[in-house]
């Protein structure tokens, strides 16, 4: 048993890690500002006296005795994030700065959710942590990815200077149940433009490419990465490719729906291919998705339909 602090443990996937530790005998505090997240993603952990729910801002400094901390706390969507592109900086940058003293405090161990954000437009297909990565540092995406990228350097100054015992998640597209409603994200947008008959909005002409994976598989990787003794950044995701337009029509047809595909304007710096090599994952961890891409969209499609209509 153990004591661990959850940021952003009221968002998507840090609500399905909550679940998941706490489940496994673990003390939980989960720290949120229910900027993107939600209580009804935890509402159901509220009550067991394991599970701790602490409204707080990761920007200012936050104390109390753990044995390790997941620092997810940051909004990931392109849309939440650019809302208030300081903010997002200020999240990463003085979040990850305020976790790390609190890990240097109590000698707990501390793992970053990053991102595969930090390859930026890649230039090296499929991504390998060896790569620097491609990041505009001016353009609308840079908040995040500057963000992400800085606090990945602090991370291992931490752990140089200060002995800091820590882990660095690269993080690719996720998606599962509890994405918000309003997410913007692609997965959430499809299916709830299918399930409502509405017309999907494929951004370009579709053929960037994403590769995507089921929320569960996410939370079993980052737990392991927690586990090991690997230091460096580890790339999770699930290396199945889809352009977006052939992920369209993969959401159209698991859901039956008479919607029709339009193409709208291209966010700039969106990136072209993404796609991760997981050999690390796989030798560190012993660890590869086990969800197939069909399996876990139907289980997000079952979830967005019940929220969807439940109420009619
Ligand atoms: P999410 O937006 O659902 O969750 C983020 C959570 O952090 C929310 O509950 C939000 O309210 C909270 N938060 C935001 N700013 C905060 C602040 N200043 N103080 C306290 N809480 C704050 O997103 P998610 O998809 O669950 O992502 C979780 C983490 O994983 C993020 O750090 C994200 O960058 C990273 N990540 C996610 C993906 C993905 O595909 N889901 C990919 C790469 C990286
Ligand atoms: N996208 C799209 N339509 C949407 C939402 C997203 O075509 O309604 C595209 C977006 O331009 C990007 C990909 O889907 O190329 C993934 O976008 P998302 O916002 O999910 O995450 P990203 O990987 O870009 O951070």
Request: glycine share 6%; net charge neutral; charged share 20%.
């Amino acid at each position: 048993m153990k004591r661990i602090l959850i940021t952003g443990g009221a968002g998507f996937i840090g609500s399905h890690l909550c679940e998941r530790l706490l489940n496994e005998g673990n003390d939980i505090i989960c720290l949120d500002n229910f900027f993107t997240g939600s209580k009804d993603n935890i509402r159901h952990l509220i009550g067991n006296n394991k599970f701790e729910l602490v409204r707080h801002d990761v920007i200012y400094e936050y104390s109390a005795e753990v044995d390790q901390i997941y620092n997810l706390a940051c909004p990931a969507s392109p849309v939440h994030y650019q809302y208030n592109p300081i903010k997002t900086v200020k999240t990463s940058v003085m979040g990850v700065i305020n976790m790390l003293g609190l890990a240097k405090y109590c000698n707990a161990k501390i793992l970053q959710a990053s991102t595969s954000e930090i390859y930026g437009d890649p230039l090296v297909h499929p991504q390998v942590e060896a790569y620097w990565g491609n990041v505009n540092t001016i353009g609308i995406r840079s908040c995040y990815d500057e963000g992400k990228r800085c606090a990945e350097t602090l991370m291992m100054d931490y752990h140089r200077q200060n002995n800091v015992d820590i882990r660095i998640a690269r993080i690719f597209n996720t998606y599962g149940p509890k994405m918000a409603l309003n997410d913007g994200r692609v997965v959430s947008n499809f299916i709830i433009q299918s399930l409502q008959n509405q017309p999907i909005t494929v951004y370009g002409t579709g053929n960037q490419t994403r590769a995507f994976c089921y929320v569960t598989d996410m939370v079993d990787a980052l737990i392991r990465l927690m586990n090991s003794d690997y230091i460096n950044p580890v790339n999770l995701g699930n290396p199945a490719e889809y352009s977006i337009l052939d992920f369209a029509k993969l959401i159209i047809e698991l859901t039956n729906s008479k919607s029709e595909i339009i193409f709208k304007e291209l966010p700039s710096d969106d990136p072209i291919q993404r796609n991760p090599d997981i050999t690390l994952a796989k030798g560190k961890l012993g660890w590869e998705p086990k969800t197939p891409v069909k399996e876990g969209l139907l289980k997000t499609i079952k979830y967005f339909d019940k929220v969807l209509f439940e109420n009619k």
